[in-house]
């Protein structure tokens, strides 16, 4: 929990022992990490059990163990472990594909994986996961351990239930009740949840906006954070969105509204993050990645983690603060910088629509008046009130969408709002 565990300690002896003391050294250098620590003042019938408090964070760790009046190690404990960050992987395919899709990268020796089969390293399989677990590392010097729980076309409610399960669904044997056996293997605690989850709510248009945010967060608060030990520093434990990607030829009201709604959530919901936007990365087919972008995505993730332990400034792009006509034809665009402090390109920019009276306005230019500022241009004058909105529905123009120059070249996040 937070920076450190108590770890607890049993095992057998054989003789007479007056009491038993451990230590925790490192398993390459045997470098001492926590001093001997008298755990059990009296073992009795060759067993002996007692408690490291506060052991360290990192690894990887070698426990040994001693009499208490003997200065020689008695013994050494068989496996290696750490005391590092404990993650949950949940949502349906391309939270999958995290540890599926793509061979770019190798794994960190820190970096672990639990699902059902247990404990497991990742290779060089799986972008996504690589990404997030060697950036963490990298900044952290601590052990990861992924908990691979998502289910391909799983659903959020239960009208997305489309034979593989819905997350809402608490009944035995469900895939909710699976991951949570699966964080009682690990102990019972976490310290982030990653949600990348909403293509099966969005797939026949039956789950509104407001369905779906009211759905997330009742999972959020009365079901995993009630079942749930928060192993983090925050109030509470940290739910960490990834807005849901583009879909070629899917219908736009639906997907905006998930979209809207994991928004919502995010700015309604204690503690629950916009962990990265994802409508600027590379499809792979109609509900997929390709392998590169999924390192896009778990380096935006990991970028959120570290900004949530103070490692990093900033974890979202920049996002529009208000728009406003300054002429018949001209509109004014106002973004706020996170990361960076300016942005691309100059000209040229798509995505952007303007609709008034139910109908697109032509556009004529869209460009950087200065790095702060968004000007459009349209065709033709508006007239009365119309809406503006940037990288809108299913499938949005991202051709020559705006990015920061943050050193993860961050996009600007998608918006909706209407001008007079």
Same mark, same amino acid.
């Given at each position: &929990?937070g920076?450190?565990a108590?770890?607890?300690i049993? !095992?057998?002896? *054989?003789g007479?022992?007056a /009491?038993?003391?451990? %230590? =925790?050294?490192?398993?390459q250098?045997?470098?001492q990490?926590?001093p001997?620590?008298?755990?059990d ?7 002996f ?13 070698t426990?040994q ?6 200065p020689t ?7 290696r472990?750490?005391v590092g960050?404990?993650i ?12 599926h ?6 794994a960190?020796s820190l970096l672990? &994986? ?8 990742? !290779?060089?399989? *799986?972008?996504?996961?690589? /990404?997030f677990?060697? %950036? =963490?590392i990298?900044?952290?010097e601590?052990p990861?351990g ?12 239960k009208?997305?239930?489309?034979g593989?399960g819905?997350?809402?669904?608490t ?28 293509e ?7 789950v509104?906006?407001?369905e779906?945010?009211?759905?997330l ?5 009365d ?11 925050l109030?509470?434990l940290?739910?960490?969105v990834?807005t849901?990607?583009?879909r ?14 994991q928004?919502?959530?995010?700015a309604?919901?204690a ?5 990265a936007?994802t ?5 792979h087919?109609?509900?997929?990645l390709k ?10 993730v ?10 990093e ?21 106002i ?16 995505g952007?629509?303007i ?5 697109q306005?032509?556009i ?13 241009i ?9 809406t503006?909105r ?7 123009d ?9 050193p ?8 909706q709002?209407?001008?007079?």
């Amino acid at each position: &929990k937070g920076n450190s565990a108590d770890i607890v300690i049993s !095992g057998s002896y *054989g003789g007479t022992v007056a /009491a038993i003391e451990a %230590r =925790v050294v490192r398993s390459q250098t045997l470098a001492q990490v926590v001093p001997w620590t008298l755990i059990d003042p009296s073992p009795a019938n060759g067993i002996f059990v007692g408690q490291l408090a506060d052991v360290p964070q990192g690894g990887w760790y070698t426990l040994q163990v001693r009499s208490h009046l003997d200065p020689t190690v008695s013994a050494n404990g068989k496996h290696r472990w750490g005391v590092g960050v404990l993650i949950a992987c949940l949502g349906q395919s391309n939270m999958n594909e995290w540890f599926h899709t793509g061979n770019d990268l190798k794994a960190h020796s820190l970096l672990r &994986k639990f699902g059902k089969t247990g404990w497991s390293k990742l !290779g060089t399989t *799986g972008n996504a996961a690589i /990404a997030f677990g060697n %950036r =963490v590392i990298a900044q952290l010097e601590i052990p990861v351990g992924l908990l691979d729980f998502a289910v391909n076309g799983s659903g959020l409610r239960k009208e997305a239930d489309y034979g593989t399960g819905h997350w809402t669904d608490t009944t035995p044997g469900s895939i909710y009740n699976r991951f949570v056996s699966g964080v009682s293997a690990v102990g019972g605690a976490l310290e982030f949840v990653i949600w990348i989850q909403g293509e099966a709510d969005a797939a026949r248009g039956t789950v509104t906006q407001i369905e779906y945010a009211d759905s997330l967060t009742h999972f959020i608060e009365d079901q995993v954070r009630s079942d749930i030990t928060n192993g983090s520093n925050l109030a509470h434990l940290p739910f960490l969105v990834v807005t849901m990607i583009k879909r070629p030829g899917g219908k736009d009201k639906p997907h905006q509204a998930i979209r809207n709604a994991q928004k919502q959530v995010v700015a309604e919901v204690a503690d629950c993050y916009l962990a990265a936007t994802t409508l600027d990365l590379k499809n792979h087919g109609r509900q997929h990645l390709k392998p590169k972008a999924y390192i896009s995505m778990g380096n935006r993730v990991a970028q959120t983690v570290l900004f949530l332990v103070g490692k990093e400034h900033y974890h979202r792009g920049p996002q529009v603060v208000s728009a406003r006509r300054l002429e018949d034809r001209i509109l004014e665009i106002i973004i706020q910088h996170n990361g960076g402090n300016d942005f691309k390109p100059a000209s040229g920019i798509s995505g952007w629509e303007i609709i008034a009276n139910g109908k697109q306005v032509p556009i004529q230019k869209v460009y950087r008046h200065n790095a702060h500022t968004i000007r459009i241009i349209t065709e033709q004058p508006l007239g009365g009130q119309a809406t503006v909105r940037y990288l809108y529905g299913a499938m949005p123009d991202v051709k020559h969408a705006v990015r920061d120059n943050s050193p993860l070249s961050l996009p600007l996040e998608e918006y909706q709002s209407k001008i007079n």
